[in-house]
């Protein structure tokens, strides 16, 4: 089990937003409870996957009135750094998208400081293993007698260049911020047209995301920050919506072809085994 943590001090970030492309900024504050709650326009939209979708390709948090989008990378990076409770008051659609990854947002969570809020952050494990299912794509959870979360993920794409990638890691690990948080956006070049069309990427470039170009490689100024970014972000997607679930997860999880949709059936199926062992 870990403490839950806040920030020290409030946070203020300001940018564009990936789809939208438009300016937004969030504070950040601290909080004394309750979890991680956005706010937008007046609304409350708590940080669970009830409030969850992620038909955008991205994990939006949705209210009665209002939404907020692209909020996996901000997630990610509080559960990088252990921050269990705080309150996001956005300005805009989006949260901002920066560099593509969660590297800006834990280094202002850094420079903020956190403090412990006196309380525990229990800890979950199922009983037997748990399987999810979506088209090509699996997630396998076996529980563990060690306290802590293992995960292995597997990508591949039938573009040139990425036939095959995976990483182990420990989610409860203190190198996640070097290993984890600087993975940025990825797409491959064939994908921009379509994703363009869709109104998608308006706020994306060369500057915020890997684009990897038909033959495989990154584009002319595009160099890779770590040899596996794509199956870094990945990891760090798969973070950002685990932390849609009340509890720290404790187990093994093996996840092959990882992606929002998926991670959000897992977190439901997760969410069902935690109702049912409560209720014995």
Not at 17 to 28: A, D, F, M, N
Not at 86 to 99: M, N, S, W
Request: hydrophobic fraction near 40%; charged fraction near 30%.
């Amino acid at each position: 089990m870990r403490n839950r943590k806040t920030l020290a001090e409030q946070v203020e970030i300001s940018g564009k937003g990936l789809h939208k492309g438009e300016e937004c900024s969030i504070r950040i504050f601290p909080a004394s409870g309750g979890g991680v709650i956005f706010v937008t326009q007046g609304e409350e939209i708590s940080a669970i996957f009830e409030n969850a979708d992620t038909s955008l390709r991205c994990t939006t948090l949705k209210g009665v009135k209002t939404s907020v989008e692209v909020v996996e990378h901000l997630l990610g990076a509080f559960f990088i750094k252990g921050i269990t409770d705080a309150r996001v008051e956005v300005r805009g659609k989006e949260i901002p998208f920066l560099d593509g990854s969660s590297l800006a947002f834990v280094k202002e969570i850094e420079n903020a400081g956190t403090r412990d809020i006196g309380s525990v952050r229990e800890g979950f494990k199922t009983d037997f293993p748990v399987l999810v299912q979506k088209g090509v794509s699996e997630i396998l959870y076996v529980p563990w007698e060690r306290n802590s979360l293992e995960i292995t993920l597997v990508v591949s794409f039938p573009e040139e260049g990425l036939n095959c990638d995976f990483m182990t890691f420990d989610a409860y690990g203190e190198d996640l911020i070097k290993t984890i948080a600087p993975a940025r956006t990825f797409a491959f070049e064939s994908w921009i047209e379509d994703l363009r069309k869709r109104g998608l990427i308006g706020g994306g470039s060369l500057e915020n995301a890997v684009v990897l170009g038909r033959d495989g490689k990154p584009l002319q100024g595009c160099s890779l920050r770590l040899k596996n970014e794509v199956c870094a972000h990945k990891a760090l997607d798969f973070l950002g919506d685990l932390m849609l679930f009340p509890e720290d997860v404790r187990g093994r999880i093996v996840a092959l072809y990882p992606g929002h949709a998926i991670h959000l059936d897992f977190v439901r199926e997760l969410s069902k085994r935690k109702e049912e062992k409560d209720a014995r």
